[in-house]
T-cell receptor, first 112, second 109 residues
């Protein structure tokens, strides 16, 4: 399977714990995006990488959130001191051109 | 904030019927895309229509775009139970896409 992969698919954590998600994009795609989707809503933009450079961050990405893409390949999204409001589906997408995107299956986070 | 708004929020039809869902957006766009999302899964790209196009077809899908009204519609013909999913429109905005809140489609066998 050469699509976008995300790990883990599901994560349950207690409030206050740190969590880290990983996204492996399609190998030739230099653009990578993170989105967050809460129940019944559409995806909301979090951040965008072109190669290893983080070029845009949403206001939604508070100080507790950090994303990296070392070497321009896989990316990680870390949430520190999780809160119940962080419970959501975290989606990763990659693109070669910025026009057509391939989405991963998402990581569903539940904060108890 | 999300730019697109889909209408209706929910739609239930019998298998074999056509399903139409609409999307309205607020600012000028270069292109608009439609995505499908099965429950608890990632998004699957369905079709892209550019701002200079008025209509596009892909299999059982037909998308229209009216830039003067800032609206688009997605028509699924001869629906199947497997079409049950949420459908989102997405409009380009710089380095990101803005997604609407989606239309939840249920196709009853």
């Amino acid at each position: 399977d050469t699509g976008v992969s995300q790990d883990p698919r599901h994560k349950i954590t207690k409030r206050g714990q740190n969590v880290t998600f990983r996204c492996d994009p399609i190998s030739e795609h230099n653009r990578l995006y993170w989105y967050r989707q809460t129940l019944g809503q559409g995806p909301e933009f979090l951040t965008y990488f072109q190669n290893e450079a983080q070029l845009e961050k949403s206001r939604l990405l508070s100080d507790r959130f950090s994303a990296e893409r070392p070497k321009g390949s896989f990316s990680t999204l870390e949430i520190q001191r999780t809160e119940q409001g962080d419970s959501a589906m975290y989606l990763c997408a990659s693109s070669p051109t910025g026009v057509l995107w391939d989405f991963g299956p998402g990581t569903r986070l539940t904060v108890t | 904030s999300q730019q697109g708004e889909e209408d209706p929020q929910a739609l239930s039809i019998q298998e074999g019927e056509n399903a139409t869902m609409n999307c309205s957006y607020k600012t000028s766009i270069n292109n608009l895309q439609w995505y499908r999302q099965n429950s608890g899964r990632g998004l699957v790209h369905l079709i892209l229509i550019r701002s200079n196009e008025r209509e596009k077809h892909s299999g059982r899908l037909r998308v229209t775009l009216d830039t003067s009204k800032k609206s688009s519609s997605l028509l699924i013909t001869a629906s199947r139970a497997a079409d049950t999913a949420s459908y989102f429109c997405a409009t380009d905005g710089g380095n990101q896409f803005y997604f609407g809140t989606g239309t939840s489609l249920t196709v009853i066998p």
